[in-house]
């Protein structure tokens, strides 16, 4: 990797099947990065996640993401770069048959963690993070939209990713609580050098914070616009 880049792409071209999406894609992002991600629905900013993500395979140009070769990831790899990308989704995906401890739980050994002791230990300090240490035994439908997207941004810390991703995480959440949301991501990218890249619709919430941006627009990606 070149310098602080956790993120490079260089000349990609991203095809959703056969269709391309997005054409001669260079980006980069360095440790620490706040990015907003922005453009309509259907302009590629979730193809672009899922090229960074290893959802995506790319034939042209050069990517690296965490110190893997995107271009030479095979299959077997992906969950090794997962593991170094904490990943965060509007509709907060978490089994609602069990217990936020028993969620956090579930992702760690699902990725390879053994021992009780440092899973129990790493579930309560993920929750410390994001303020919700007091909700371990509650069942994801006893908490609100915000403390829901709480736990999953704690999921997104367990394996202490380089990067997080994070595809309109305030979608489904009122204003004021999708500004909370927005301040823990920047408090955790402050205190924990971590990237974040936030895909939103919302420009208050952009104005609210201003960060550098991207754009996904008619097939490019543009490199840090600015929004009236």
Request: aromatic letters at 6%; charged letters at 25%.
């Amino acid at each position: 990797m070149i310098g602080n880049s956790i993120i490079k792409l260089t000349g990609v071209d991203i095809f959703q099947q056969k269709h391309l999406v997005l054409s001669n894609v260079d980006l980069h992002i360095d440790k620490g990065d706040f990015v907003w991600l922005i453009g309509q629905t259907g302009s590629g900013k979730s193809s672009l996640l899922k090229v960074i993500y290893g959802d995506l395979h790319i034939n042209t140009g050069m990517g690296h993401a965490c110190g893997y070769d995107l271009n030479k990831l095979a299959d077997r790899d992906v969950p090794f770069l997962r593991r170094k990308l904490g990943i965060v989704f509007q509709d907060f995906q978490l089994l609602t048959d069990r217990t936020v401890e028993q969620n956090l739980h579930f992702v760690m050994r699902a990725t390879g963690w053994k021992d009780p002791k440092l899973i129990n230990e790493r579930a309560l300090d993920v929750l410390e993070k994001v303020g919700l240490r007091s909700k371990l035994k509650k069942m994801p439908h006893e908490l609100s939209g915000g403390e829901q997207q709480r736990v999953v941004i704690a999921r997104a810390l367990l394996n202490d990713p380089e990067i997080i991703l994070a595809d309109e995480p305030t979608g489904n959440l009122d204003p004021d609580t999708s500004e909370e949301i927005v301040m823990l991501l920047k408090q955790i990218g402050q205190q924990m050098g971590t990237a974040i890249i936030m895909a939103t619709h919302d420009y208050h919430i952009i104005r609210t914070f201003p960060s550098r941006i991207i754009k996904c627009e008619n097939g490019k990606v543009l490199e840090d616009v600015t929004i009236a």
